[in-house]
Structure formats: structure tokens, C-alpha cells
């Protein structure tokens, strides 16, 4: 390639890129990836991240156990996944290149801190050799820039010391990557002033290595490298990039907006859900509680205190906290009071994965109570769902005076995705009623207060304390229908566990039906709920665009499952259900529908690539017999 | 408060039947504080009663007011989280020394330390009485009983310390025997902005007989309880003849006319620094030596609920309220015509 090539260069266009920044854990990869995101979204890409980074805070430099990776996949395009396989593999160091360049497409580019792989490195990532020497890159597109050197100098007349330089080196990646996929400079400058607002120097050396960066790729002859990606043709609207913890932390606002009281939020520091506690935390004028809790018990103890008081109560937390908080979600059945308890779910059991995702706590979710404790369950399918998921998980937990476990996972929690702002107008008001009166006759011709009178729906009155007449005892020792008062009675005691249950059931009449995506006469459909629709829809996508038929039906609804949901099932040959665990979601509609469901699990700690479900749709649909 | 109705304790009482064991120290305090309800000046709407397992627990349940009783150990959490939403209810939390020294005792010591507005009620019995009869948290070490049959090797909570090492603003001590001073430390709980912890020896007379009766019966009273009181030398006996000294540190036993009134401790419960509360909490770890009773500590210090309802105003003054169509906006955006 020539000088002239480099410096007018033929921008190729293509209609994606997936990209993975991989570094070490201090080297800013999950920044890197952020901006290289926000920079696409505001150009008008369609995207999906996946961040990965270690539990460690900081693992020892240089390591494979220090890599940290952010994952994004650029359209033009409506897509739905992070990308299977990155199409572009950005490696700060050895150790980022032997961790992540089994994952790299075959063909695909590298591009590597040339400066980074010194014998110590190479050593410390269990190179013999130098790859980028020895010839085992040969089937990829290499682009090699000392961005340590090159970002020193840039800084060096900046009053930067070299150290401290050398910090700012992802933004020369990031300029020259940048520059490459052709992403508007602008609003990274913009950001770079507002984050390091009041730190000059830091400011300088940012951005003096993001122009170095961008300058390397126009210099360095690599204009064959370089690919544009066009804006994607999504709905009319406005748009921001949005992640999962974020649109949870929104929804929940917009709950107690559209209810009318105010939220309150006890939780305890846990990955991935701390987030959600941090989001809120800035949210005071909102009239937004939060309580950092001494623990997990004391943070679900602390929300239901004030669910009872007429705050909308939410906890927040992932697995070991849900095991935790097991016998408050307990209590919250047996009184009656409305309760959110939003389980971020991560790999298990014990402390399991902390920063890699799966889908596990289903059954705990149904079934992680002592005695019949059964309530409704919801879960988000994509990091903008979160939004609507949340707002409905209080409206079932308000109208319904029941707690609610809200399922996410650490993928949704961290993963973006650009997200058509709603309409706040439209969004759907949440019935609070507040009881006022008494609501009974005694047999002395009384008007009284029964805690446990309950409505057509089977649901009990909020009285909330504050309230002249209605003065009310409960708890959970079983209590009497009605009256609310203690009761040992064997057949009261059946009746209610009976009466628990249905209510609940009867939830089923106040949610939408199941519906299935694709087509409806497909002999196969696949069932999901939670992270997995995305892949499954890429995956659906595929499939259909090799002319073969699938249905699929996602549920947001667990419990109770919607009630057209068993005659659904049984009108296809096959039912194949992907989940991110052994089998849950399986299990539940085989006891229930006693349909002959087949389970698709990965509990690697990553999402389903949707690579891995055409090969396993493909299968059930050749079972079936179905022709091409 | 000039419109609160005139009530009684008929008023404050619920139709319940009340299910304690005959004899139990329990009665006493329930009537303490169902007779000092209506001169509280507070709506019984207003007033919230939470609670967890165990004999205590089931106070609530005879109280004609809101009352929650909710599970083993976990009502001052359930607590806080009231309060923190309802800066405007009194909010009470009973429960005994298994309840909020064991199992709890993680919850209590947190709510204590943030100073939410409770008014915290232990009913020490220093035994478990709804299992019937294991050692708890405030045992004796030697204590033989179901679960220590070769006697507790533990070392058991000194209530009172416990609540100042946790940053209590207000701790005070009384016991089941004497309504009047039972009744004056829970109104001053109440009066209290923030946690109010109050400690109640009280007699579990099936499975802990007799367990304060040392301190507690008639004719021991005056020269086994020394009784606090703000601003005055701490002394005690028939005759006033012994008193509290300071010495190194440490509070000591004296006879008055050993040291003269002006040697003697001149309690201050208003003190900031806890160091002496904590020196008279230490007089006495067992039942059989003179025991101070009354008000250790009651200090100003911000109340946790009203501090987080005043960082929510401000941050309104200064934002405005919320507005979810500017929150949805809040980050970069787009158009997509």
C-alpha cells in the first residue's frame, strides 16, 4: 500500500463490526469500550455490548487472570446480540491476545500495543515466542502501533509525567480504532472534558493520545483497514444508549411516578447489582430512599418496613442475597404487603461467578421459601426491558399486595443497547388505593377494620399506618381469613395456604397472553425468558432467512405463566427451551403442561451466541422431518 | 398536639386475649406502657408497634395501634425502613435478648448507630423462653439449662455496653417491678429524637426464675440499684451511704463517708464522650453486686430518617423535582426521523 492510498483512502463499507477492547484490568478497556459505544449510538449505529471483566479489582498486571474485555457489535441494522464471534480484537498486551484470540473470526484484524509485548509480558502470558513475529497471526489482518510510545511523546511537552502518560494510552487506541471504523471525534472530546472536568493535565493527555491515535491511523498506511459502518434505520424517535442496571434504576422511578408514592430502595453492595443502588442514590429529587443496609436481610427488612408504611419497597441484589433474604420474602407472603425483590443473577452456587452472568435462580425464585409461599414472577429480556420490567413488577406488586421477584442477569445488567425513550404520557398509571374505612360489620353491629377482607381479586386492603380507625395488627404467624387475627385453626390454616395460591394463580387473568414471534404454524417453538431473547431472536432470524420456519414464544411472565400458555405448547411437534441453567423454565412447563419440552443450557458464564441456537434449532427442526 | 383525643388505657388496649405465661414480667411492662400511652399526647393511628419472635414479640398484638410483628431478629431492620418513610410515626420496636442480641443483634447495633427514630425496648430475661428454656446472648456463664447442661462457658452482653459501643444516643436501663420508673425511661424514649434504646430486666418466672430478684425485690432495691439521675452525685443505699467514684478509668463502689459527696461522680448523661456511661455499665456484669438503673446517655445527634429526608429536599430545591421525561433525557441522545 502506497502513501497516497493511506491518505485518501477508500472507505469500505460494511454492514457490521464486532469489536472487543481487551487490556489489562488497569488499563481503562471497560471505558475504552463505553465511549466507542456512545460515539456509534450517536452516530445512529445499532448496537449491543458485552462487557467481561474479572472479580478482582486488580489482578496481578499482565496476567490472563487480569484481562479485562468490553465487547461491542456496531450496525446498520436492527441486531439483537453482542455478536458471536469479534470481527476486531484490540489487545493492549500478550495477555489480552492469548486470552481473547480463540474468540477473534478467522481473518479477522488484531490490532496490538506493539510496546506491550517485551519478553517479561510474553513470559507473564505463556507466549514462547513473540506472536507477533513468529508467524502465528499469519491469517489475520495485523496492526501493530507502540501506543505507550507513541502516547508518551504526545504528551510530552504537556507537563504529563511520563508514568502518568503512559495512563492514557486507551484513549490512543481508542483514536486510532476510531479513526479506523470511521466513528465521529466529537463527542468523545466533549466527554473527555466533562469527565475530567477541574484535571488539566489529565484532559491534555487524554486527549493529546486520542489525536495521536487518530493521527497513527492516518499516517500509518492503514487505510485498507478502514470500514464504515451507516446508521441503522431504526423506529422514528429519540434515542439513548442504555444499560440494564440503568433502565431497572428509570423503571423504578417511573413506577412511583406513575403510582403516586414515593420509592424506597434497601440494599446491600453486591456485584452486578450495586449499580442499581448507585443509580438511585443520585436520584433524590425524585423523592427516591435509599438505604446501603448492614446486610441483605436487613436491606429486604428495611423495604418491607416501608412498603408497609406506603412506599414502594424494593430490594435489590443477586444470588447469595436472594438466600439471604429468603425468609423476609417469606413474611412479605404471608402479610400481604407489596414488595419488589430484584435478583440480578449471576453464576452459582455460593459465590459462584460474581462478574459472569447465567440464569440459575429461577426455581429459587418459585420455590426458595419454606411452606407454600408462591408469587409472581417477571424477568427482562433485553438491558432496555429492564424498564418496562421494573415498572410492571411494582404494578403487580401494588395492585396485588404481594412481594415480586424481578429476574435480570449480570449480561443485561452491564450490556447497552440504543433505546427508543418512551413517551412518559403513555406510560400506564399503577393503582395504589390506600384503604380509608372500615370495612366490616361485627356481630355487635360495629363498623370495623379487617386487615384480611379481601376483594374480587383476592386482594387485601393497604392500610397504611397514619390512618385514623384502621389500627390493624399482622404478622406472620397464620392468621385468621378476613379479621387477620391469630389463628392456629387446622382448617384455616388450609384454607389460606389454598387462598395464598390462587390469588396469585388468578394473576394470570391480569397479564397479557403468551404470543408468539415467527411463525405460528412452525413445527418447533422455542420457549425463553429472560437474557437469552436476543440471541434466540438473532438466532430466529438466521433460520428463517435460510427459509425454514420457528416459533417463538418469550415470556416476561414466570409466575403465574400466562394462561394460554399450555395450549400454546401442545399445538407444536417440538418444544425447545434455551435457558442459561440445567433446565429450569424446562422443568416448570413439563410438570406443568406435561408437554414433552426439550432443554438447550450453557452455564459457561457467557451468553448464548446465536451461532450455538441455529445449530441447536436446526437439529429440532430436522427432528421434526420439516423441509427445507 | 393540642388536638390529640383524651384516651385511656381502655383505648391503647386491643381485644386479644394475652397469652404470656401467668406471672410473667411481661404483664407489668404491657401495663406500663398501655397506662402511659394516653399521656404521651399521640394518636394511637400514629403509633406503630414492630416487633420479632419470641415472648416480647408478641406485644404488638396488645396494643390498639398499627403493630407488626414480623420475624426472628429482624425488627429493627423492618423498623428503620419504617421510619425512614414515615418520619411522622412513633415507632416502637419490642423484642427480647434472643431476639435483638442474638439473631438481631447485627440489625440493632446498625440502628442504634444511625440513630433512626425508635424507641427500642429489651425485655432481657437473660433466658429463651418461647423455645422454653435455652441460655441466651445475656446468660450467665454457668448457666445450666437445656442447651448447657454442664453450664454456659460464654461470656455474656452487657446490654448497656453494647448500645454505647454502638454509638446509641440515648440508653437507659429499668426493670420490670417499678411502673413509675419504667414508665419515666419509656417517655423519655419517646421524647428522644433518635434511637432510643431501653433495657427492661425482666422476670421469666417459668424457665429464669428469679433472675433479678437480687436487684429487683423490695427490700434489695434501695441498696442494690443505683439510680441515675442527670446532674446528680450517683450514689445509692438507705441512706444514700454509697456512692460511684471515678478511679483510673473505672467507676468504683465507695461509702460516702469514706470519700466525702464531692469525690463522687456527678452523672452527666448529656456528657458527648461515653467513656463514663460506659465506666457505670461495667459496675455491674453480674445480678448479685449493686446494678445503676436510669438514664446512662441521652446526647443530640442528627436523626437518620429527618437527615435523609433533609438531603431529599435539598437536593429538590436544588434540582427540582423530578421530571421523568428530563430523566429519560438525561444522557446523550438521538434522532432517528
Known amino acids: ?628 | 398536639m393540642t388536638d390529640v383525643p383524651v384516651t385511656t388505657r381502655k383505648d391503647w388496649t386491643t381485644d386479644q386475649e394475652v397469652r404470656w405465661c401467668p406471672g410473667c414480667g411481661d404483664y407489668s411492662i404491657l401495663t406500663a406502657v398501655q397506662l402511659l400511652m394516653p399521656e404521651l399526647e399521640v394518636r394511637r393511628e400514629d403509633t406503630v408497634f414492630v416487633s420479632g419472635i419470641g415472648c416480647a414479640a408478641r406485644f404488638p398484638y396488645y396494643m390498639n395501634t398499627y403493630g407488626l410483628h414480623a420475624i426472628h431478629g429482624r425488627s429493627p431492620a423492618v423498623a428503620t425502613g419504617l421510619a425512614m418513610a414515615r418520619g411522622d410515626l412513633h415507632v416502637w420496636v419490642v423484642g427480647g435478648d434472643g431476639d435483638m442480641m442474638s439473631i438481631g443483634g447485627n440489625h440493632l447495633i446498625h440502628a442504634l448507630r444511625r440513630n433512626v427514630n425508635l424507641n427500642i425496648l429489651l425485655f432481657n430475661n437473660q433466658i429463651y423462653g418461647l423455645t422454653k428454656g435455652q441460655y441466651s446472648p445475656t446468660s450467665e456463664r454457668g448457666k445450666v439449662t437445656k442447651s448447657t447442661p454442664h453450664g454456659s462457658v460464654e461470656q455474656p452482653f452487657n446490654a448497656i455496653s453494647l448500645a454505647l459501643g454502638a454509638e446509641a444516643s440515648f440508653v437507659a436501663r429499668t426493670h420490670d417491678m417499678d411502673r413509675g420508673h419504667m414508665q419515666e425511661m419509656f417517655r423519655r424514649a419517646h421524647e428522644h429524637p433518635g434511637a432510643a434504646f431501653v433495657e427492661v430486666f425482666q422476670n421469666c418466672n417459668v424457665f429464669n426464675d428469679g433472675a433479678f430478684a437480687a436487684l429487683t425485690k423490695r427490700d434489695a432495691r434501695d441498696s442494690m440499684l443505683i439510680d441515675l439521675r442527670h446532674g446528680e452525685p450517683v450514689r445509692f443505699g438507705a441512706d444514700d451511704e454509697f456512692g460511684v467514684v471515678m478511679d483510673g478509668g473505672r467507676a468504683r463502689v465507695v461509702q460516702v463517708a469514706d470519700v466525702g459527696v464531692d469525690a463522687l461522680v456527678v452523672h452527666d448523661e448529656a456528657d458527648p464522650d461515653p467513656s463514663v456511661a460506659f465506666a457505670l455499665s461495667r459496675l455491674a456484669n453480674t445480678n448479685d453486686v449493686p446494678t445503676p438503673i436510669g438514664v446512662f446517655r441521652a446526647v443530640e445527634r442528627s436523626e437518620y430518617g429527618s437527615a435523609v429526608t433533609s438531603q431529599i429536599a435539598a437536593s429538590q430545591s436544588k434540582a427540582g423535582p423530578g421530571d421523568l421525561h428530563k430523566l429519560l433525557h438525561s444522557r446523550p441522545t438521538w434522532q432517528v426521523a
Open chain 1, 1 to 628: 500500500m502506497t502513501e497516497t492510498s493511506a491518505r485518501t483512502p477508500e472507505v469500505r463499507t460494511t454492514d457490521g463490526i464486532v469489536l472487543r477492547f481487551a487490556g489489562d484490568s488497569g488499563d481503562g478497556m471497560q471505558l475504552t469500550g463505553d465511549r466507542f459505544t456512545s460515539a456509534s449510538a450517536l452516530f445512529g449505529n445499532d448496537l449491543a455490548t458485552l462487557p467481561e471483566f474479572p472479580a478482582e479489582i486488580r489482578a496481578p498486571a499482565g496476567t490472563l487472570a487480569g484481562v479485562s474485555s468490553f465487547q461491542v457489535h456496531i450496525s446498520d441494522h436492527d441486531i439483537t446480540t453482542p455478536g458471536d464471534a469479534p470481527t476486531v480484537l484490540v489487545a493492549m498486551n500478550p495477555a489480552a491476545l492469548q486470552a481473547d484470540l480463540h474468540l477473534l473470526k478467522p481473518g479477522g484484524t488484531v490490532i496490538v500495543n506493539a510496546d506491550a509485548f517485551n519478553e517479561r509480558n510474553l513470559a507473564k502470558a505463556g507466549y514462547e515466542s513473540n506472536p507477533l513475529e513468529d508467524g502465528s497471526l499469519d491469517g489475520y489482518t495485523v496492526v501493530t502501533a507502540p501506543m505507550t510510545d507513541l502516547t508518551k511523546r504526545a504528551c510530552q511537552d504537556l507537563g504529563v509525567k511520563p508514568r502518568d502518560a503512559e495512563r492514557s494510552k486507551n484513549f490512543f487506541a481508542l483514536g486510532l480504532v476510531s479513526w479506523l471504523y470511521s466513528r465521529p471525534v466529537k463527542p468523545t472530546v466533549d466527554w473527555i472534558d466533562g469527565k475530567f472536568a477541574g484535571r488539566d493535565t489529565v484532559i491534555a493527555a487524554n486527549k493529546a493520545a486520542f489525536a495521536a491515535g487518530h493521527a497513527f491511523g492516518e499516517t500509518a498506511e492503514l487505510g485498507a483497514s478502514r470500514l464504515m459502518v451507516q446508521p441503522a434505520a431504526l423506529e422514528p424517535g429519540t434515542y439513548t444508549n442504555i444499560n440494564g442496571n440503568t433502565a431497572l434504576s428509570w423503571g423504578l422511578i417511573a413506577a412511583s411516578q406513575q403510582a403516586g408514592i414515593p420509592l424506597f430502595l434497601g440494599s446491600y453492595p453486591i456485584t452486578p447489582a450495586s449499580d442499581v443502588l448507585h443509580e438511585l442514590a443520585r436520584h433524590k429529587n425524585f423523592g427516591v430512599r435509599t438505604l446501603q443496609a448492614e446486610d441483605e436481610i436487613g436491606a429486604v427488612g428495611a423495604a418491607l418496613g416501608a412498603a408497609y408504611g406506603g412506599h414502594i419497597g424494593v430490594t435489590t441484589t443477586s444470588g447469595p442475597g436472594m438466600a439471604l433474604k429468603a425468609e423476609t420474602v417469606g413474611l412479605a407472603v404471608s402479610l400481604e404487603v407489596p414488595l419488589v425483590v430484584i435478583d440480578i443473577q449471576r453464576g452459582g452456587p455460593s459465590t459462584g461467578l460474581p462478574t459472569k452472568t447465567e440464569a440459575a435462580d429461577l426455581l429459587m425464585a418459585m420455590y426458595g421459601r419454606h411452606g407454600e409461599a408462591p408469587l409472581p414472577i417477571v424477568a427482562a429480556q433485553s438491558p432496555s426491558d429492564c424498564f418496562f420490567t421494573a415498572i410492571e413488577a411494582v404494578r403487580l406488586a401494588v395492585e396485588h399486595r404481594t412481594p415480586v421477584i424481578l429476574l435480570s442477569d449480570g449480561y443485561l445488567a452491564n450490556s447497552s443497547e440504543p433505546w427508543r425513550i418512551p413517551d412518559v404520557e403513555q406510560l400506564d398509571s399503577i393503582a395504589v388505593n390506600f384503604a380509608s374505612k372500615p370495612n366490616h360489620v361485627n356481630d355487635e353491629g360495629e363498623s370495623v377494620f379487617w386487615p384480611f377482607r379481601r376483594d374480587e381479586r383476592l386482594v387485601r386492603p393497604w392500610a397504611i399506618p397514619g390512618t385514623p380507625g384502621l389500627m390493624h395488627r399482622i404478622g406472620g404467624i397464620e392468621k385468621e381469613d378476613g379479621s387477620g387475627n391469630i389463628s392456629y385453626e387446622p382448617d384455616n390454616h388450609q384454607a389460606m395456604v389454598r387462598l395464598r395460591a390462587e390469588r396469585i394463580a388468578l394473576i394470570a387473568h391480569h397479564i397479557p397472553p403468551a404470543e408468539v414471534v415467527g411463525d405460528p404454524d412452525a413445527s418447533v417453538a422455542v420457549v425463553s425468558w429472560g437474557s437469552t431473547w436476543g440471541a434466540i431472536t438473532s438466532a430466529r432470524r438466521r433460520i428463517e432467512s435460510a427459509g425454514r420456519r420457528l416459533a417463538h414464544i418469550h415470556l416476561r411472565h414466570l409466575n403465574p405463566l400466562p394462561a394460554n400458555l399450555g395450549d400454546l405448547l401442545r399445538s407444536f411437534e417440538r418444544v425447545v427451551v434455551p435457558e442459561m441453567n440445567t433446565g429450569q423454565l424446562c422443568r416448570m412447563l413439563r410438570a406443568e403442561y406435561l408437554v414433552d419440552a426439550k432443554s438447550v443450557t450453557k452455564v459457561s458464564g457467557q451468553p448464548f451466541t446465536a451461532a450455538e441456537l441455529v445449530e441447536a434449532f436446526g437439529e429440532a427442526i430436522g427432528a421434526t422431518g420439516e423441509q427445507r
